[in-house]
């Protein structure tokens, strides 16, 4: 089955600069990639997602690049802000999956006021 | 819109004993899935519901976990007898179907699994 790798497993920024968070992926039908955000104990929220027709997608803040070439994606976040501290997910859906995702380990993001 | 509803938020068993967790997806939406979460890991599908028929179980424990969803609209994950390792947040997604597009999980709030 699908594997995802994400890197790193915790990052910390201070306000106003930049995070990057970088994901692998292994299944080349892989087509879909959506990326979520968890707040402590609440639940995930999608926050950008890219479909592989697409190299790159950007909503204000927060833009995400693919690479099928070499199966990675990553998300970028610019000009961080303290509600930007979330664990943040990335995932892969196969297309002969149905819509099943499957995540990555997940990156504890904090932003230093 | 409402969101996903699950419950209860908190559990706290012992080992061998049984568990049952309810899912109410957001109205209209055919597809819902069962994850387990555990501490400082990414969420992981369990059982995937298409209507009330199962896509995929393969990553259900079958000896201990069941999940059903009957009317197409409610589902049910249970575990009998839970085991230490079963302590997780229990997540209930669901999503709309729209032929070969992929489409936005929402997700519950979670149950919370403690196993004594």
């Known amino acids: 089955g699908e594997n995802v790798e994400q890197h790193p497993s915790t990052l910390s920024v201070q306000e106003g600069d930049s995070a990057v968070i970088k994901c692998t992926y292994s299944d080349s039908a892989s087509n879909y990639f959506p990326w979520y955000k968890q707040e402590l104990g609440k639940r995930p929220q999608l926050i950008i997602d890219?479909?592989?027709?697409?190299g790159e997608k950007k909503d204000q803040r927060i833009a995400v690049t693919l690479n099928k070439t070499a199966k990675h994606f990553s998300l970028h976040i610019t000009e961080t802000q303290p509600e930007d501290s979330a664990v943040y997910f990335c995932?892969?859906?196969?297309?002969?999956?149905?819509?099943?995702?499957?995540f990555g380990t997940g990156t504890s993001l904090t932003v230093i006021p | 819109e409402a969101g996903v509803a699950q419950s209860p938020r908190y559990k706290i068993i012992e080992k061998r004993q049984s568990v049952a967790f309810w899912c109410n997806p957001i109205?209209?939406?055919?597809?819902l899935y069962w994850y387990q979460q555990i501490l400082g890991q990414g969420p992981k599908l369990l059982i995937q519901f298409q209507n009330n028929g199962v896509v995929d179980d393969s990553q259900l424990p079958k000896d201990r976990f069941s999940a059903e969803r009957l009317k197409g609209v409610d589902s049910t994950l249970k575990i009998q007898p839970a085991k230490l390792e079963d302590s997780a947040v229990y997540l209930c997604?669901?999503?709309?179907?729209?032929?070969?597009?992929?489409?936005?999980?929402?997700f519950g709030p979670g149950t919370r699994l403690t196993v004594l």
């Open positions: 997604a669901s999503s709309i179907v729209a032929g070969g597009q992929y489409n936005e999980q929402f």
């Open positions: 890219i479909r592989s027709n697409v």
């Open positions: 109205s209209g939406h055919a597809t």
């Open positions: 995932a892969a859906s196969p297309i002969h999956t149905g819509n099943q995702f499957y």
